[in-house]
């Protein structure tokens, strides 16, 4: 099975989730747009050592906006000359920041969902706000009618805002990741047993 990973803004916890993702479903993993180093896919390869890692299709230098540091190193992001790599296994799709983050002045981070079809897998880190960020994103998610695979919740436990976020967007929780002192294979493991059992 394949999925893509997004998130309702910039570090939300998408590369750990992904991490565990990748443990859990034995997966590839592919971040079609890298933006400043170090890259994300070392981080996936330091906590799920042996994971097949796809190369990027832009590998940017400036840790910003995708449409920006892509102007920064005078190129413009063609989302129809990404293409989906060749496996044969399950597939970890990172996205970059938020659904709405723009790739060039036309398309955006979803946009490469949409592309690619595979279900969603949405990161919603809990603090202050996060209810009202990630419920415009689920209204998006839910107006491009895309596949939605279930939700998994990042940080410091609120079990109301949970309630209120699940109840409203009507996705499955999948799972809640802990606000760790260290996210390494250990806990990356520990979560990937918790996590199997919600996806296969």
Sequence with gaps: MNYFVTAIGTDSGKTVVSAILCKALGADYWKPIQAGFPRDADTISKLVPNTVIHPEAYLLNTPASPHASAKIDNIVIDKSKISFPTTNNNLIIEGAGGCLVPLNDNDFVIDLAKQFGCPIILVSNLYLGSINHTLLTVNLLNQLQLP????????????????????HSGYKFIWHIKEEKEMNKEMVNFYAEKIRQKLV
């Design 148 to 167: 939605i695979a279930g939700i998994i919740f990042n940080g410091q436990s609120n079990p109301e805002s949970e309630r209120i976020i699940l109840k």
